[in-house]
Every structure is written in structure tokens, then in C-alpha cells.
């Protein structure tokens, strides 16, 4: 599974630009869900683009509310439903550092679209925690939000150590799949289903360093911030995911 999250960027000049580079350079295969999580704003104009020959191409949302009505600025998961969004990031480390999330919104949020469409819920911690070595207690906290909860299969884990998100910094591909395992693990003791889910990487993953990450046995794909603005790179990211995994 590759996602890109697109954050707030972009423009209708950008989505042309980027559908083209796209279709220029992506290999199609019967390969791993792919999906585009471009600001809600301009989920229409996306699908308007993406060429129908691309029908593995998923649109998601950056997020949700965690309910409609009066709520300035929100979008709620009934809309992003009604629009066919095939996937919501939630509990993103941008989300609870600017817009302050706690656990309890995210578990709302996650209650409103589990089993109707794919949660990719993000966890990570901070470069503090890290040198703490406190990833791991860190981490379980943030999985308390889907404990007794029932996915079937519609449960995806982002792992995002926030101090890799934008810096050009990563942890060992060694690093990431030991904590890959043990979010599986977690999650396995934790849901209604002991749901086994993908696991993510996200955090500067780019078309020079997807190969190392994408070779590791526990990591099932990757959430793409600032490469995945690039059509040609995100492309090239899914190519060599697919030759790793064509292998
Ligand atoms: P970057 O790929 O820009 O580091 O962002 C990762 C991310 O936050 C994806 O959700």
C-alpha cells in the first residue's frame, strides 16, 4: 500500500501537472493499493483527472471531524462517504501537534469511519521520546484508541516518527521493521478481531531510499508527504515497490 498525503499543498494547475507526470511514469500492475489523500477541497477536481485507465488509483481524506453539524470548517466522515473516499489518515502527528488531538477525539473520529472505509491511523514518536528510548511505551499509548474495536480487515497503521516527517531523517531499516512488529503485535492483542494490519513507514521516504525500507519484512508500503507531491517520483515510489514485491 502507497499513500500519498498531499498536507495543505496544491492548486488545479498542480493536479494537471501531477495526473500527467503520473500517468507518464507509473507502471501499471495488479500491485498495491495506492491512493492519493489530496485536501478535501479539491477531491472532486482529483478524481475529475486521474484517467479512468487508472482504476487502482484510490482518493482518501487527510482526516475527519469528529462529527457534522455545527462545526466551522470541518468535514465530517458522512462526506467523505458520500464522496467515495476509499481511505481516512487519522490521528496524523500535524493533526495533534497544531489542532491539539487527544486520544479521545481520535477514537471518536476512528468510531465514525471503522468498517465503512479504510482507517490509516498514524502513530510516532517525538525526537525526545526516541533518545528516551520511550518509542515503544509511546506507541502502545497511541494504539489504546482501537483496543476492543472491530475492523474486519479496514485497520491500516502509519508509523511516523514525527522527528522524521519533513527533516531528510530516518531510523535504520532495521529499526523500522523491529517496530513494525511490535505494532502488529500490539494491535493482534488489542482488537476485537486480533486484526494482524499493514504497517506503514512515513517520514521522509523518497525515490532513493523507498528501496531500503520497502525490502524489510514487515513493512507493507508507505504514507508519502513531501515526495508524493511530485507525480514522477510518487510513480517511480510505487515502480519499486512493485519490483521488490513482483520478486
Ligand atoms: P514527509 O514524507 O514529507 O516526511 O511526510 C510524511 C508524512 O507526514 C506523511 O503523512
Same mark, same amino acid.
Given at each position: 500500500?502507497?499513500?500519498?498525503?498531499?498536507?495543505?499543498?496544491?492548486?488545479?494547475?498542480?493536479?494537471?501537472?501531477?495526473?500527467?507526470?503520473?500517468?507518464?511514469?507509473?507502471?501499471?500492475?495488479?500491485?498495491?493499493?495506492?491512493? &492519493?489523500?489530496?485536501?478535501?477541497?479539491?477531491?472532486?477536481?482529483?478524481?475529475? /483527472? &486521474?484517467?479512468?485507465?487508472?482504476?487502482?488509483?484510490?482518493?482518501?481524506?487527510?482526516? &475527519?471531524?469528529?462529527?457534522?453539524?455545527?462545526?466551522?470548517?470541518?468535514?465530517?466522515?458522512?462526506?467523505?462517504?458520500?464522496?467515495?473516499?476509499?481511505?481516512?489518515?487519522?490521528?496524523?502527528?500535524?493533526?495533534?501537534?497544531?489542532?491539539?488531538?487527544?486520544?479521545?477525539?481520535?477514537?471518536?473520529?476512528?468510531?465514525?469511519?471503522?468498517?465503512?472505509?479504510?482507517?490509516?491511523?498514524?502513530?510516532?514518536?517525538?525526537?525526545?521520546?526516541?533518545? /528516551?528510548?520511550?518509542?515503544?511505551?509511546?506507541?502502545?499509548?497511541?494504539?489504546?484508541?482501537?483496543?476492543?474495536?472491530?475492523?474486519?480487515?479496514?485497520?491500516? &497503521?502509519?508509523?511516523?516518527?514525527?522527528?522524521?516527517?519533513?527533516?531528510?531523517? !530516518?531510523? !535504520?531499516?532495521?529499526?523500522?521493521?523491529?517496530?513494525?512488529?511490535?505494532?502488529?503485535?500490539?494491535?493482534?492483542?488489542?482488537?476485537?478481531?486480533?486484526?494482524?494490519?499493514?504497517?506503514?513507514?512515513?517520514?521522509?521516504?523518497?525515490?532513493?531510499?523507498?528501496?531500503?525500507?520497502?525490502?524489510?519484512?514487515?513493512?507493507?508500503?508507505?504514507?508519502?508527504?513531501?515526495?508524493?507531491?511530485?507525480?514522477?517520483?510518487?510513480?517511480?515510489?510505487?515502480?519499486?515497490?512493485?519490483?521488490?514485491?513482483?520478486?
Amino acid at each position: 500500500m502507497i499513500i500519498a498525503n498531499w498536507k495543505c499543498n496544491g492548486s488545479k494547475s498542480m493536479i494537471s501537472e501531477w495526473v500527467s507526470d503520473f500517468s507518464v511514469n507509473y507502471i501499471e500492475t495488479n500491485g498495491p493499493f495506492i491512493g &492519493i489523500a489530496p485536501p478535501s477541497i479539491y477531491i472532486e477536481n482529483v478524481l475529475a /483527472n &486521474i484517467p479512468t485507465k487508472l482504476t487502482g488509483v484510490n482518493i482518501g481524506s487527510q482526516d &475527519i471531524d469528529t462529527s457534522s453539524g455545527a462545526r466551522t470548517g470541518a468535514v465530517s466522515s458522512e462526506m467523505i462517504l458520500d464522496y467515495g473516499c476509499k481511505f481516512s489518515i487519522i490521528g496524523h502527528s500535524e493533526r495533534r501537534q497544531f489542532y491539539n488531538e487527544r486520544n479521545d477525539d481520535i477514537r471518536r473520529k476512528i468510531l465514525n469511519i471503522a468498517n465503512k472505509t479504510l482507517t490509516i491511523l498514524c502513530v510516532g514518536e517525538t525526537e525526545e521520546e526516541n533518545k /528516551n528510548d520511550l518509542t515503544k511505551d509511546v506507541l502502545k499509548k497511541q494504539l489504546e484508541v482501537i483496543e476492543e474495536i472491530d475492523f474486519n480487515d479496514s485497520l491500516v &497503521i502509519a508509523y511516523e516518527p514525527v522527528w522524521a516527517i519533513g527533516t531528510g531523517n !530516518t531510523p !535504520t531499516p532495521d529499526n523500522i521493521n523491529e517496530i513494525h512488529k511490535f505494532i502488529k503485535d500490539v494491535v493482534q492483542s488489542t482488537t476485537r478481531n486480533s486484526e494482524i494490519p499493514l504497517v506503514l513507514y512515513g517520514g521522509s521516504v523518497n525515490e532513493d531510499n523507498a528501496e531500503n525500507f520497502f525490502k524489510e519484512e514487515f513493512v507493507d508500503g508507505a504514507l508519502i508527504g513531501g515526495a508524493s507531491l511530485n507525480g514522477r517520483q510518487f510513480a517511480n515510489i510505487i515502480n519499486i515497490y512493485n519490483g521488490i514485491n513482483s520478486k
